[in-house]
């Protein structure tokens, strides 16, 4: 029998798709074991789609996103100029001595700073730059760091769903839908991570109030720590908060000048670089994760293969059969899936996947997206803190607790982290339904 040229392309294709696959499911795998270190195992996952012939190198360019590593490259320059300035030690004090050196009020004083902070900047950074000062405040008023460590990292994930930078998975999603503007990401979102917030809160004192007692002399030496001794360099500072605060009013302007939010966060990056002269250039640089700037890459090469071979069509069209395309019941599984994914893999990849998987189903006749958009924003967001291994944050908090000598154990953490992110996940469904479905 001889094969027409239409039987052979599809014949083709079709091994095309079971070798993406293949390549596919042993990349996540290693992801998950992390035995090899994530950004490795992504960046190799992404060249074997191209040298085994997946998709060719132009083809996998197109789908790395620019304006996601962009976004991140220029946020991670600000904010490591402004961290040596002392400003988020500043801020820290402050809270607790405003606190009166109460362990119940500090830890609640974090919490926001943190949740706050990582809907400005990102959660991976406020963490990074939370985590020191909280040690500092536990030591003096000898207290258990832990309840504070694990509240940090659930407010910094629900704080940082609030906005498009907040998250690695917000910047994914709004560099792919150029609708999803940052103003619609804080229109959108910030509303009920208001209210995850202020039902997460009172739960917090509950649980720890008792393991956070101290002495009332310890409390007073709260207050006699000088809050500005830790501000090393007050022109430097003016300068940050300067170029920080012309970023963010950037990011609400964005859409209407046109640009691109990438674009607004390396001309503040540079600007700054500008200011600060080029010697401050080289250590910003030594700053940046280009780990996880690389692991991005890998992953967008890794899903092009499957995109190019029709496996996220197909895997659309499932996903609409499932639902018979009602909006409410997609909605409903693509958040509660993308929550409970993002409990127990890393949501970057997860997001890689969903989000050319909800574009697809918008080709084939789904008419509403948004209430999807949102949908896969909270659920991966929220579902972060389910455990330990949930989100980038978590682990860096765990890394550096543990090197303190205080590890935090997987079971601790998610004791109190996954029934707090199902709570969180019924509250997002109530508001997506009763915001965009009925």
Request: hydrophobic share 55%; glycine share 8%; charged share 10%.
């Amino acid at each position: 029998m001889v094969l027409t040229n239409d039987e052979n392309l599809g014949g083709t294709m079709e091994q095309q798709a079971i070798l993406a696959i293949g390549i596919f499911l042993l990349t996540y795998g290693m992801i998950i074991a992390e035995k090899i270190h994530r950004t490795i195992v992504a960046m190799i996952g992404g060249v074997l789609m191209v040298v085994l012939g997946v998709v060719d190198q132009e083809s996998a360019m197109h789908h790395i996103d620019f304006n996601t590593l962009g976004l991140l490259i220029g946020m991670m320059i600000i904010v490591s100029i402004t961290a040596e300035t002392g400003l988020f030690k500043y801020i820290a004090l402050i809270a607790a001595k405003k606190a009166k050196g109460d362990p119940v009020r500090i830890l609640v004083s974090l919490v926001l700073i943190t949740a706050i902070g990582s809907a400005f900047l990102d959660n991976v950074t406020t963490v990074l730059l939370m985590v020191p000062v909280t040690f500092s405040i536990t030591r003096q008023l000898r207290v258990n760091p832990i309840p504070f460590l694990i509240t940090q990292i659930i407010a910094s994930n629900i704080g940082g769903t609030a906005t498009l930078i907040g998250d690695p998975p917000n910047i994914m999603i709004g560099s792919a839908v150029k609708e999803l503007t940052f103003m619609a990401f804080i229109n959108n979102l910030a509303p009920v991570v208001v209210v995850i917030m202020a039902v997460t809160i009172p739960i917090f004192v509950f649980l720890f109030r008792k393991q956070i007692q101290t002495t009332p002399e310890l409390k007073q030496s709260i207050m006699r720590i000088d809050e500005k001794e830790v501000i090393t360099d007050h022109k430097l500072l003016t300068k940050s908060l300067s170029i920080l605060g012309l970023t963010i009013v950037g990011f609400f302007l964005h859409q209407l000048f046109h640009l691109e939010s990438a674009t607004v966060a390396l001309a503040g990056a540079f600007l700054l670089l500008l200011l600060t002269g080029e010697h401050a250039m080289e250590e910003a640089f030594t700053k940046v994760e280009w780990t996880t700037i690389f692991f991005f890459v890998g992953l967008f090469v890794l899903v092009s293969g499957l995109v190019e071979t029709g496996i996220i069509s197909k895997l659309a069209a499932q996903a609409i059969e499932l639902t018979g395309g009602n909006p409410v019941a997609t909605s409903m599984l693509i958040l509660w899936l993308s929550a409970i994914a993002s409990a127990f893999l890393d949501n970057i990849p997860f997001v890689a996947t969903m989000i050319p998987m909800i574009q697809e189903m918008g080709n084939m006749g789904v008419e509403n997206l948004e209430p999807l958009w949102w949908s896969l924003a909270l659920g991966a967001c929220l579902g972060g803190n389910g455990t330990l291994i949930g989100a980038s944050a978590n682990l860096i908090v765990a890394g550096m607790s543990g090197k303190e000598g205080h590890p935090i154990k997987f079971v601790t953490f998610m004791k109190y982290g996954f029934p707090l992110m199902l709570l969180s996940v019924v509250l997002a469904n109530i508001y997506i339904y009763f915001r965009y479905l009925i």
